[in-house]
């Protein structure tokens, strides 16, 4: 990495299989790395390079061990559920993430890792933010299992970097959104609306969809996780997110402009593990990564509808 590329460096990816990693596997063959993917099987293995890949859990020592030995940069994608789910078993959610994560560092210093790159979560860290757009330096007093385990995961990666270990960047990231994510997998706004818009169904809102976000298309943050790959200053956390916050009755109601149809959307009531209102302040990004989103909103948006609708043909 000497000349700021990843071009033939010796590349692990940690979750390649899934939504965000299997775009990033994707970007990093193209910009010439040697990449090696560790995880569980892809959901739509189409969506993957031709790579190296070690089927595994991430308690797996032995497993992971395999897949992190020889590469320079780990890209750190695994462990924890979801929000609402983690508050259901706080317990399970340490040890599939913290506590795995752990194991993972320990590993990395022994197998001499330079560069570690962590994929945090930029909407539950910070928790209930007391201003907006919430910039590296705001509190963070999460409101969610996941959120504190993501915040000591970054908290760990830094002290195994103090101690001597890979140097590690956490990349506290928005709402990803775009192909290959899920509709049936609850993790994803975007898909699942638009599954119900083309089932002419009711789509459950939580809340009163008064709920804001800040949403950022996968390819960009695949590129965020590059940079911070290659990346050599003083900073250890970036926001990575569009900057602007969106409720979820406004991406919906564009959802439904964009295929023509009307929302039918049916409210519940709202979940103890949602903040009300989430947006990101990216300018160390812009700075210090050189690093800012590049595919316009509506762009994003018919990406990810296409494929949905390709997707919903498949189901039939």
């Known amino acids: 990495m000497t000349d700021g590329t990843l071009s033939e460096v010796p590349c692990t990816v940690l979750g390649a299989g899934g939504f965000i990693g299997s775009h990033l596997c994707q970007a990093l063959v193209a910009a010439g790395a040697n990449v090696r993917g560790f995880g569980r099987r892809p959901v739509f293995p189409d969506s993957m390079p031709r790579i190296n ?30 929000p609402e789910v983690s508050n259901n078993d706080p317990a399970a959610d340490v040890q599939s993430s913290t506590l795995a994560s752990i194991h993972l560092f320990e590993l990395c210093r022994s197998s001499g890792v330079r560069k570690l790159v962590f994929a945090s979560s930029g909407g539950t860290v910070y928790g209930i933010p007391s201003v907006v757009p919430i910039t590296e330096d705001a ?12 915040l000591s995961v970054e908290k760990f990666a830094q002290l195994y970097d103090h101690l001597g270990g890979a140097k590690a960047v956490s990349l506290r990231i928005a709402n990803p959104f775009g192909p290959f994510q ?23 809102v939580w809340g009163d969809g008064s709920v804001v976000r800040d949403y950022v298309y996968v390819t960009d943050v695949a590129e965020a996780l590059m940079s911070a790959a290659t990346y050599d200053g003083q900073f250890g956390i970036f926001n990575i997110g569009s900057g602007v916050g969106r409720s979820i009755v406004d991406v919906v109601s564009t959802l439904g402009e964009l295929l023509g149809r009307k929302p039918k959307l049916r409210f519940k009531a709202s979940r103890r593990a949602d903040v009300p209102k989430n947006i990101l302040d990216i300018q160390r990004a812009s700075d210090a990564l050189a690093w800012s989103p590049r595919t316009e909103w509506v762009d994003g948006l018919k990406q990810s509808l296409e494929w949905v609708q390709a997707f919903e043909l498949r189901q039939r």
């Open 53 to 82: 890949f070690t089927y595994g859990e991430f308690n797996d020592r032995t497993a992971l061990a395999r897949a992190v030995d020889g590469a320079e940069v780990v890209f750190h994608l695994l462990g924890g559920t979801t």
């Open 139 to 150: 509190r963070t007093d999460p409101i969610s299992a996941y959120g504190i385990n993501k």
């Open 182 to 204: 899920s509709p049936s997998r609850r993790q994803g706004l975007i898909p699942a609306a638009t599954m119900a818009l083309l089932a002419d169904a009711p789509f459950e």
